[in-house]
């Protein structure tokens, strides 16, 4: 009887077990409901005393912990364990100021209890905030590993179909051309780690440039006797660079329009290029005229084929005919004398087809002759304009 309170056997302590399990929260919700101070005072040092009791006995056993002890204290965090750690020290230096109540009143340990027990709520609220956003974060991160993973298998099997479709393809496609391949894949490498390297040179050179730069600049700064001739020089650098640019617009006007005469100059043909195209001018109308001339022979022997063959036709059917009528024509004299009078008809159509024909054989002989007459000119004049270009050639 520390505080000046009988312990009850029986009910009274397994009314003060049951009051001990109950959480800090609704513990302190108890708190709030209308009840008599002393009921509340007599709770408090029941909870306080079980409470170090416990911790008295574990403290006796020299270390000895049971399975079920050791199991719930690595469950708990590290937080957690020094968190219990440190209001087991408070509650000892509590327990060590309650041992004198000559000093301090009931009420006054009461409040300290109360105050105490609060800060452990507002702590372990704390925590608990603490904790939940610790797991929605985790949460948070877990579905995003989730979704991170589901794109990486993804990609993995794509990238599987698209290894077995390139090996599928090696196995099928030829061995030199995918050794060119390679060579050309290896040539690409090389090319690019060449890239690389230069890129990284002309970085280091552009370094060292500006770093020059720098130096030069901060040269300039320091000798300030020095920096009107400079602006002078620099604004004469400016001056130059400016005529030294329209010169050089100018002088790239002046190339072009020189290339654009360079081409048209070399459009026109030369003499000797000229004397080329003349002859093969010539020679390709040699071959056209000889292929027009054997051309118009076979269609001359074809239409003289042709009429042949229809007068001889027309000879043939006549013959028919005449033999045909002959015997009927003979029979009587009428049918004679009419016989007669059809062959003389007859013969005096073929006279006049033939003076037509030897009429018409007179004009084409005329015409050929002229033909001639005008070839031979033709030919005189070429060879009188070959010797005048010989003679103007030398």
Known sequence: RRYGFSRQPGKTEQAEDKKIVLPPGLAAAGKAEPCDEDDLQAAEELRIKTLMTGMAAMATEEGKLTASTVGQIVGLQSDEIKQIVSEYAEKQSELSAEERPERLGAAQQHRRKVASLNKQILQKNKLLEELQAKCTDLQAKCTEAKKTLAEVKSYS??????????????????SSILQSLRALVAMNE????????????????????????????AEAVENAEEQEPNKIIEQQYRTEKDKLQKIRLLLARRNREIAILQRRIDEVPSRAELTQYQKRFIELYSQVSATHKETKQFFTLYNTLDDK???????????????????QAMASSGSREQFLRQMEQIVEG???????????????????DQLNDEYLE?????????????????
């Open 157 to 174: 099997e794509k990238l599987d179909k698209e290894l077995a479709a390139l090996e599928t393809i090696e196995s099928q496609a030829d």
């Open 309 to 327: 063959k229809v007068y001889l036709e027309k000879e043939v059917n006549l013959l028919n005919s005449i033999h045909d009528n002959f015997h």
């Open 190 to 217: 090389n090319l690019k780690s060449q890239e690389q390297e230069f890129k990284a040179h002309c970085r280091e050179e552009m370094e060292r440039l500006q770093q020059n730069i720098e130096n030069l600049k």
């Open 350 to 368: 073929i006279k006049q087809n033939r003076m037509k024909m030897e009429k018409k054989k007179q004009e084409n002989k005329m015409r050929r």
């Open 378 to 394: 033709l030919l005189e004049k070429q060879r009188l304009y070959f010797k005048t270009v010989k003679e103007f050639k030398e």
